[in-house]
Nanobody, 123 residues
Framework: VQLQASGGGLVQAGGSLRLSCGASGGTLSSYVMGWFRQTPGKEREFVAAISWSGTTTAYADSVKGRFTISRDNAKNTVYLQMNSLKPEDTAVYSC?????????????????WGQGTQVTVSS
């Protein structure tokens, strides 16, 4: 499975962006899907995850109430709607597909990673 994240860009604080994660070479419907982000000099951090059915989601405390993860299995795509963006949300955002919901906040549970998309929030 090959993943590709898109939708990043430059936005002012308070603005919104929607990231998309598409797949080729396989279907995402049986995978837990996650979004992670990374800034230079820092470790990659968990942002959000969604179960294979889409009925269960999880968020980092820093984005809870502002970001929404969703999926459309028919389109083989996962989304991350980001509202009320803050400068500290600036990072490269990557999507991942993996196995275990109970470990959805952990990088090691994910088998496939896409190239990231840059999100820059100006103050």
């Amino acid at each position: 499975v090959q993943l590709q994240a898109s939708g990043g860009g430059l936005v002012q604080a308070g603005g919104s962006l929607r990231l998309s994660c598409g797949a080729s070479g396989g279907t995402l419907s049986s995978y837990v899907m996650g979004w992670f982000r990374q800034t230079p000099g820092k470790e990659r951090e968990f942002v959000a995850a969604i179960s294979w059915s889409g009925t269960t989601t999880a968020y980092a405390d820093s984005v809870k109430g502002r970001f929404t993860i969703s999926r459309d299995n028919a389109k083989n795509t996962v989304y991350l709607q980001m509202n009320s963006l803050k400068p500290e949300d600036t990072a490269v955002y990557s999507c991942a597909a993996g196995g275990t919901w109970t470990e959805a906040r952990k990088e090691y549970t994910y088998d496939y990673w896409g190239q990231g998309t840059q999100v820059t929030v100006s103050s």
